[in-house]
C-alpha cells in the first residue's frame, strides 16, 4: 500500500508531531510526513523535522498584508508536496474557509478538550477554571467553526485534586499522542465516515 502525504501545520514545540514520526518510524503509521510549516520563526517542531530530514519552513503571517495571502503560502507549500491530509499539531491559528476548501475533509486537528467543551486557546485553563472533574482531547475534521467539526475521537483524562494548567496539560498530552496517530491511521485506511455532524470508525476500510 503506498504510503499517504500528510503535511503537518504546528506552532510550537511539536510533541504531537513527533509522536506521529516516531509512528511512521515504528512501521505503525502508513504515511509520509512530506513537509511541516510554522509560523512561528525557529519554532523546536521545525527542527524535529529538520533532524528527520523532513523539509520545514517558515511561513510567517506578518510577512504578508493578509490573512489569504498567508493562507495561500501556507495551501502553496502543502500542494507542491503533495499533501493528501493536512494535519494541526498545536497550529495556534484559526483558518479561513479559503483554506479549508483547498483541503475538504482533509484536514484534522487534536484538541486539548473534550469537544464541544472548552474550544479555543487555552483550553485546560477553561477546563480548571470551570470545575470539572474530568477533561482530556479530541481529534476531529475542521471546518469554518472553530475547534466544531465532526468528531473522529476523544479520550479521558480524570482532574485531579491540586492539577495546575501545566500537570493537567503534561497529562492530557500523553493521550493526545497515542489518539493523534491512530486516528490518522483509520483515517489512512478508510475507516472513517462523516455522516452529518457525526463521524462512524468502519472496522473495514479501503
Request: glycine share 8%; with cysteine.
Amino acid at each position: 500500500m503506498s504510503k499517504m502525504k500528510i503535511g503537518v501545520l504546528a506552532s510550537g514545540r511539536g510533541s504531537n508531531l513527533q509522536a506521529v514520526m516516531d509512528q511512521i518510524a515504528d512501521c505503525k503509521l502508513d504515511a509520509e510526513i512530506v513537509v511541516v510549516l510554522s509560523d512561528k520563526e525557529n519554532s523546536f517542531a521545525l527542527k524535529r523535522a529538520q533532524g528527520k530530514g523532513i523539509t520545514g519552513i517558515t511561513v510567517l503571517k506578518n510577512a504578508f498584508t493578509s490573512q489569504i495571502e498567508f493562507e495561500t503560502a501556507l495551501v502553496e507549500n502543502l500542494k507542491k508536496y503533495g499533501t493528501e491530509l493536512v494535519v494541526l499539531a498545536g497550529f495556534m491559528r484559526v483558518l479561513s474557509s479559503y483554506f479549508i476548501q483547498q483541503f475538504p475533509n482533509r484536514i484534522i486537528n487534536i484538541h486539548p478538550s473534550l469537544l464541544p467543551s472548552f474550544p479555543g486557546l487555552h483550553a485546560q485553563k477553561q477546563a480548571l477554571e470551570y470545575g470539572v472533574k474530568f477533561s482530556g482531547c479530541t481529534v476531529h475534521f475542521v471546518n469554518e467553526e472553530v475547534d466544531g467539526g465532526p468528531i473522529i475521537s476523544q479520550a479521558l483524562v480524570s482532574v485531579i485534586e491540586g492539577d495546575t494548567e501545566e500537570s493537567l496539560a503534561d497529562r492530557i498530552l500523553v493521550e493526545e499522542h497515542r489518539l493523534l496517530p491512530e486516528a490518522i491511521q483509520n483515517f489512512i485506511l478508510g475507516k472513517i465516515e462523516i455522516q452529518g455532524r457525526k463521524t462512524v470508525i468502519r472496522k473495514g476500510g479501503k
